[in-house]
């Protein structure tokens, strides 16, 4: 169970940090291109549709990173004084509630995009239904909750306290493509 875990994990981490590293890429890429095109020429018609795709994708791919890096703003130095079986206890709370509360969105998110796919509006500049801009929402807050159940659960096999499912103290050094940050 334990290698399929990690198995899983890895494999989310590796799709989660490739968006984020396009996203990040390709905003910086097309809004410097604008801003050249517009000083010399005209603006590209479609950057700032794509930009917002951009920044939305950003966004609710990173909620669930964060989660699972246990990057989220959280009480850290009131956990840090605590003995580690109330700090254990506190970190199961906290994720029961922030997995609920992420479900919740995910759900009313999902509803939102089933009611804009309804709607059929298209974007002004690409001609594409508003709708596919959208998806990620559910998609982000979905993840998220199971990034928070994932650390309850890591947390009851667990001796101890761990922040997420990958991040047993916030203080832990970070890997990203193999390097420490």
């Not at 254990?88 to 992420?102: C, D, G, Q, R, Y």
């Not at 001796?159 to 203080?171: C, H, I, L, R, T």
């Amino acid at each position: 169970m334990q290698r399929i875990n990690k198995y899983l994990g890895s494999a989310v981490n590796g799709i989660e940090v490739s968006i984020l590293v396009f996203c990040v890429a390709a905003l910086g890429v097309l809004l410097i291109a604008n801003v050249f095109a517009r000083t010399f020429y005209q603006s590209i018609y479609f950057a700032e549709e794509v930009s917002k795709f951009l920044v939305m994708l950003t966004t609710f791919t990173g909620v669930s990173y964060g989660v699972r890096k246990a990057r989220h703003i959280r009480m850290g130095a009131f956990l840090d004084l605590m003995p580690p079986k109330m700090e254990k206890a506190f970190i199961i709370t906290i994720s029961l509630i922030s997995a609920i509360v992420m479900a919740i969105m995910a759900w009313f998110s999902y509803k939102y995009l089933i009611n804009a796919m309804k709607m059929g509006h298209m974007t002004p500049a690409l001609r594409v239904p508003k709708w596919t801009f959208y998806v990620i929402i559910p998609i982000g807050f979905g993840l998220a909750s199971i990034q928070y159940i994932r650390t309850i659960i890591k947390n009851f096999t667990e001796k101890d306290p761990w922040q997420s499912p990958d991040q047993q103290s916030e203080y832990d050094d970070e890997q990203i493509g193999g390097a420490q940050v």
